[in-house]
């Protein structure tokens, strides 16, 4: 491998007389020869950037741009290897993508592999290749986890269908920090011989939707969902499974019942429908485990008109009166996995919560709680166990979010009021009021933000403060 600029320039004048002598020959192809439209070069990284290779950190997400260097004193082998300065919790992360601005054909391979040590033992937090805009992501692999010690170590990573594989750039790519106090940071990690392999001992693919498990929903038409818990699970020849997590776009998804339900290649689930479908996928003509039944009872019907006189109410979210703020329902938090979109219910506009983690509803402008005694919601479950607690934020006197980054919970500046909505009838709307007491009652004056965490799924309506 350390010879491989002299090899290739061998094999280009080789194959360039090839070319020659059997063009001589004037021999016709068969109309079901297919060419490869983008050469079929695994290297990554082997004692230097492959061809076309950059780097690309995630500063936008707080990545630190200086973190990565080439090695030359601690490799597995030949002259050089990867070098990523871990920071200490507080000073970012390490975060990036190697891209090539040579399309490759990777789809004669079956694994992404490199050797990989650290100054002390860690678990990366995510390691992987595909991200590429070229593609838009499409066939982004990830391992989440991967434990490394003080030695070197071959990894795999198994690819989870290498015929998508056709002309990629994404070809590395990995994040890892310390996400606490006391989290891993401040060390060294180190990667060498990274390169693309045909292993021929990745085997018994067992990919999932859903992670495996097999669950019902009831909804209404017009209304989105998406698949999650996407993966794809191989053994390898030392006897181990490696679980990676898999974009959409490898799968091959199916609705039992395309009058109810539709789903796209990204797996956008579309109700377009009364009546019951079942979601399934194949990946590589391989069933995968898990699915999901959606049954739809039609049009959504509106939330209950609130009665509330207006002069009482700080409106945030509703048709029934003029709102007191603008309101940014979609901050894209870093690491929030919420899908947010405004949909209508009878003409009404409701807010759809899909596969939410944590997201927010930020006010431009505060509102005086000050005389308001509740919070009201009108909450829809579109399916059992939803679960999600209400972060009501007043931002203080400097009108600004801030969280210790520690703990998690509002600076001194600030005050917030934690509640839980659960217990939520299924396939109707739920009116909630929460009192504004605890640490906020006496400080509402400058209400900045509502942060939901946890559901997953739900739809809102009619959000406001009022005066009992």
Aim: proline share 4%; net charge negative.
């Amino acid at each position: 491998m350390k010879n491989k600029k002299y090899i290739n320039l061998r094999f280009i004048v080789l194959l360039s007389l090839g070319i020659v002598i059997f063009s001589a020959c004037e021999r016709e192809f068969s109309d079901d020869v297919e060419f490869a439209e983008f050469p079929p070069n695994g290297d990554v990284f082997i004692d230097a950037f492959s061809a076309g290779l950059d780097y690309f950190p995630f500063v936008d997400a707080g990545a630190d741009p200086e973190a990565f260097s080439v090695e030359t004193n601690e490799v597995f082998a030949g002259d050089a290897s990867m070098r990523f300065d871990v920071p200490s919790f507080g000073n970012g992360f390490v975060g990036a993508t190697f891209n090539t601005t040579a399309q490759r054909d990777l789809s004669g391979f079956d694994a992404l592999t490199f050797y990989a040590k650290a100054s002390q033992a860690a678990s990366i937090d995510a390691v992987g290749f595909g991200i590429s805009g070229e593609t838009g992501n499409r066939f982004q692999v990830t391992l989440n986890g991967l434990g490394v010690s003080t030695r070197w170590q071959k990894y795999i990573i198994p690819i989870p269908n290498a015929t998508n594989l056709t002309s990629e750039t994404g070809l590395f790519w990995l994040a890892e920090g310390a996400s606490f106090e006391g989290d891993e940071g401040g060390y060294v990690l180190f990667f060498d011989e990274i390169q693309f392999e045909k292993l021929g001992t990745v085997a018994q693919p067992s990919p999932a939707i859903f992670s495996g498990e097999d669950l019902t929903e009831q909804t209404f038409t017009g209304s989105t969902s998406t698949v999650t818990g996407l993966t794809q699970t191989f053994n390898l020849s030392s006897g181990e499974n490696v679980t990676v997590q898999a974009a959409p776009s490898y799968f091959n998804f199916e609705s039992s019942d395309t009058d109810v339900a539709q789903v796209n290649e990204l797996g956008e689930i579309a109700i377009v429908g009364e009546g019951t479908a079942v979601i399934t996928a194949l990946l590589g003509g391989v069933a995968a485990r898990g699915s999901l039944e959606i049954t739809s009872g039609g049009g959504l019907e509106a939330a209950p008109t609130p009665t509330v006189p207006e002069a009482n109410v700080s409106s945030i979210f509703s048709d029934a009166y003029t709102n007191a703020t603008e309101s940014n329902f979609t901050p894209g938090f870093g690491g929030s996995t919420t899908e947010t979109t405004m949909i209508s219910a009878n003409g009404n506009a409701v807010l759809s919560y899909v596969n939410n983690n944590f997201t927010g509803i930020l006010f431009e402008n505060t509102v005086d709680g000050t005389n308001r005694t509740t919070l009201h919601m009108d909450v829809f479950a579109q399916e059992p166990g939803v679960s999600f607690e209400v972060q009501i934020r007043d931002v203080g006197a400097n009108q600004m979010i801030e969280t210790d980054v520690n703990t998690g919970f509002p600076t001194e500046d600030d005050r917030d009021f934690r509640f839980t909505v659960n217990g939520l009838t299924v396939g109707e709307w739920n009116s909630i009021d929460i009192p504004l007491d605890g640490d906020i009652a006496s400080q509402k004056n400058n209400l900045g933000a509502l942060i939901l965490v946890g559901g997953p799924n739900f739809l809102l309506d009619n959000i406001y403060f009022f005066t009992e």
